[in-house]
C-alpha cells in the first residue's frame, strides 16, 4: 500500500479554492464555522467557545452566511463532473446553504445526520446530531447504498471545540471516491 500523501493549508478556504485547477477534485467535505455559532453564544446556550464578551474565540473565525454564495460556486468550479460535496451544518445553517449551494448548480440529494451519541450544549432541546448536506456535481452513484442516512459516530472530548471524529469523514470519503483520487476538506 503506498503512502497517502496530503497538503495542509492554513488560508481562508475560498482563497484557496480559487488557487485550485478547475475540475481537480474528486470529493470536497467541508465544516465552516457557521455564524449560528455565533447566535447561539451571545445569548449564552454554547459554552464551548467562550472567550470574551466580543464575538471572537480563540480557535477560528466564523464563515459568514453572506459568503455561502462565493464558496459554493468555487467548490462547483473546482470539482470533476460527477462527483459529491458534503456540507457539515446545524439545523439553521442548512436553510441557508442548501438554496446558495443549489443556485451554484449542485443537486440536492437529503441531509444526513451525524449522531453524535451524546448530547450537547443548548437551550431548547440539547443537540445531539449535526447535519450533513449531501449534493451531487453531475451523477455519481455512492459505493455503498446499504449505508444509512444517520452516522452514529461519538463525539469528540477534550480537545478542539468543533472537532469532528476521523469516523464522519471516513465513511463519506469511502462513499464518494476511490483510492487515488483527490479529496479537499
Known amino acids: ?19 485550485q485547477p478547475s475540475e481537480s477534485i474528486d470529493l470536497v467535505i467541508t465544516d465552516p464555522a457557521y455564524e449560528s455559532l455565533e447566535k447561539h453564544r451571545a445569548v449564552g446556550t454554547t459554552t464551548r ?4 464578551k466580543a ?4 480557535w477560528f473565525r466564523i464563515f459568514p452566511n453572506a459568503r455561502f454564495g462565493e464558496l459554493f460556486a468555487e467548490v462547483h468550479r473546482v470539482l470533476r463532473r460527477n462527483t ?11 436553510f441557508v446553504a442548501k438554496p446558495a449551494a443549489e443556485q451554484a448548480g449542485f443537486k440536492f440529494w437529503k441531509p444526513l445526520v451525524w449522531d453524535k451519541r451524546t448530547i450537547g450544549m443548548g437551550y431548547h432541546s440539547r443537540a ?4 450533513i448536506l449531501f449534493f451531487e456535481k453531475g ?7 446499504g449505508t444509512s442516512d444517520v ?6 472530548h477534550g480537545r478542539y471545540p468543533a472537532e469532528k471524529p476521523v469516523g464522519v469523514s471516513a465513511i463519506l470519503i ?12
Open 55 to 58: 464575538s471572537s474565540n480563540d
Open 49 to 52: 467557545l467562550k472567550h470574551s
Open 1 to 19: 500500500m503506498s503512502p497517502v500523501s496530503f497538503e495542509l493549508s492554513n488560508v481562508d478556504a475560498v482563497r484557496w479554492l480559487q488557487h
Open 151 to 156: 452516522l452514529s459516530v461519538p463525539r469528540v
Open 139 to 145: 451523477k455519481r452513484r455512492l459505493n455503498d447504498l
Open 84 to 94: 459529491h460535496f458534503y456540507l457539515l451544518c446545524d439545523a439553521e445553517t442548512m
Open 128 to 131: 445531539r446530531y449535526e447535519f
Open 174 to 185: 469511502h462513499q464518494s471516491s476511490q483510492p487515488g483520487e483527490t479529496v479537499a476538506d
